[in-house]
């Protein structure tokens, strides 16, 4: 079994190397990369529930936009921890994993992502590679969207308190990755524009405002 550990590790670093190099696998995904998207998961006030099945159904949208059920991805869970040194396997994220066994859950150092991160120690990171259909992900995207909101639940985190979580998926069929930050958004990047054409065409008008200028620019040619 740790010969699949190695696998997985090893295919990880691989497909990060010769995809997406230099990407760094942490918030914020669309400033560190040139080929990407956010888009707004924002809609009325954050005080209903109405809000939170927003959040959830468009972040859903584009879950299922970005994975078939048959398709291989990587799960990546990084944590902020000072004293513990892996994440137990009890935690939420690894509950929504149908079937997940321990011998699929590999650890890597931080130093390999984040070689200038000055907090560099303080992180703890696992990989899963799993098919995406043996992920619940409505409950990992509705527990993303209640991060700042405790009580609401599910939450990252058993107990009702802030999570210092952060969940990316990465697509190797497609060669993107998805990252939701919390309610306010959520980000996709690829290594090229064509692969995120048919979200930006059929999605244009959830991109953040805030972004659309630098994003709309990217496209400007290939539309």
Known sequence: MGDLKQTIKQEYRSFLDTTFKGLEIRTPLFYNWPFSLRFDLQTGKTDTDEYFIEVVRRATALFKAAFSNDEALFLVLTDYKYKRRKIRFSNYIFKQIQNLIKEEVTYIRPAFLYKTDEQNGKKIIAIVKIEAERLNYQN????????????????????????????????????????????????????????????????????????????????????
């Open 140 to 223: 990992v995207l509705s527990a993303i969207a209640n991060t700042d909101f405790p009580p609401r639940q599910p939450r990252l985190d058993g107990k009702s308190i802030l999570s210092v979580k952060e969940i990316h998926l990465i697509n190797t069929t497609r060669r993107l990755v998805f990252h939701m930050y919390d309610d306010r958004g959520l980000d996709i990047v690829a290594p090229d524009l064509e692969t995120l054409k048919p979200f930006y065409i059929k999605y244009n008008d959830w991109i953040l405002d805030y972004d659309r200028k630098e994003i709309d620019k990217q496209f400007d040619k290939t539309i």
